[in-house]
């Protein structure tokens, strides 16, 4: 069955593949002392890309002399048999060598005359590392198998409505793992996977939803040409209309992940996003929810957004516009420090003074409003930053406190003015 194909990564099978390939040249026996083959498992140890792996081992095999190899295993030999040890032999059966002993004093010994000289055949040798080398080639084509041909087939399983929901769900999250890679991201491009893909946005279930949202999130993050493919795609307009509409908190949390991707240092996004009314989305996304979560991951895409606007013009100067016109921004703000989780509270501190920065706040922009006067936000900080006096363990950090302190006095600069 076709969700039988979709599996994910196995690392182990790739780090096997090059103790293999260590065995196989293990006559060679390379000159590196101790703490450089430490280094060199280390940094293999650390590779997990397949492709990589692939790479790595294809070119180890492609790359190995052996006639080269075989004569450097032969006068490694030669020469530790005159040092006394066993070592291994053509063969690879340790002991074969027969070396001289030890006097009493320590000193060396001399082989033995009689020991015959040993016999081995390069010819035989050379085959023998052929067929091993042809074998493992098998092996790593069998173990790594196309990208392409994988992400397609995650893509039909995730589509095929006669599969459960669940083996449908895992299928996204294989091929989530698979765009993670950014050649893999614009070959699904290329084959027109994210279009198809993309359909299940309108699915009745949930958890195909928020895949499928987390899919495009990971496949666009900073990739430029993934954004602007996906703005081709009009993607923006069924995100903003899951975040505006659906029920599920984790289906609106993955969208906004994939919005916060779509649009970073991305203008063209950013235009689209403030055209198709992305701006009211978001603060009403800040107003009405209550989840920790969400209210998290919106103030961290509106400190973004006010962020990069600070620093550029053009389409992010019309983000920026728009902010400072959007009802109730400055109450959403102020909301998440008064929800019971620090980590929001700091995120709300830091969407405050992107404000300020960007010049949405005390520049003759929305401080007037009840809700949102100088007083009523000097207040609200004074109260996040009495609280997390204390500077105790799961408190705010230091850096924050000094922020909402800094912030809570230029609001009170502010009212004392006006």
Not at 97 to 123: I, Q
Not at 386 to 398: D, I, K, M, R
Request: include cysteine; hydrophobic fraction near 45%.
């Amino acid at each position: 069955q076709a969700h039988h194909s979709i599996q994910r990564h196995n690392m182990g099978g790739p780090r096997q593949l090059l103790c293999v390939v260590s065995l196989c040249a293990l006559p060679a026996r390379c000159a590196v002392d101790d703490n450089g083959m430490e280094q060199a498992r280390e940094v293999l140890g650390s590779v997990s890309d397949p492709h990589t792996l692939s790479q790595l081992l294809q070119w180890s095999l492609d790359n190995t002399n052996l006639d080269v190899l075989h004569a450097k295993a032969e006068a490694i030999r030669a020469e530790v048999g005159s040092s006394g040890g066993a070592v291994l032999s053509a063969d690879g059966n340790l002991g074969d060598v027969h070396l001289g002993g030890f006097a009493a004093d320590g000193s060396l010994l001399a082989a033995p005359a009689d020991t015959p000289e040993p016999r081995v055949s390069v010819e035989m040798s050379a085959e023998a590392f052929a067929a091993r080398r042809k074998e493992l080639s098998t092996v790593a084509e069998a173990m790594f198998a196309n990208q392409v041909d994988l992400m397609r087939d995650a893509m039909h399983a995730a589509l095929n409505r006669s599969l459960a929901a669940d083996v449908r769900e895992e299928a996204l999250f294989a091929l989530q793992e698979l765009v993670e890679d950014l050649d893999n991201a614009r070959d699904f491009m290329t084959i027109g996977g994210f279009k198809q893909v993309m359909e299940l946005l309108g699915s009745d279930t949930p958890e195909l939803v928020a895949a499928t949202a987390w899919v495009v999130g990971t496949a666009v993050q900073n990739q430029r040409e993934l954004q602007l493919h996906m703005l081709e795609l009009e993607l923006m307009a069924p995100l903003l209309q899951l975040l505006h509409d659906h029920s599920a908190i984790d289906v609106r949390a993955k969208v906004l992940y994939a919005v916060s991707g779509l649009l970073r240092n991305c203008p063209e996004a950013q235009l689209d996003f403030r055209r198709r009314q992305g701006v009211s989305v978001l603060v009403m996304t800040l107003a009405r929810d209550s989840s920790p979560r969400l209210m998290r991951k919106a103030l961290v895409l509106l400190t973004d957004l006010l962020s990069e606007s600070a620093e550029k013009e053009g389409h992010f100067g019309e983000v920026r516009e728009a902010l400072e016109h959007a009802p109730r921004l400055c109450e959403a703000v102020l909301s998440g420090l008064r929800i019971a989780d620090l980590d929001t509270q700091e995120k709300a501190v830091e969407a405050l003074q992107a404000m300020v920065k960007a010049g949405v706040m005390l520049g003759g922009i929305r401080v007037n409003s009840e809700g949102c006067a100088p007083d009523t936000i000097r207040a609200a900080l004074h109260s996040f930053v009495a609280q997390e006096a204390g500077g105790s363990e799961g408190s705010a950090s230091e850096e924050v406190r000094a922020l909402a302190q800094q912030l809570a006095d230029t609001f009170a600069s502010h009212a004392e003015a006006s």
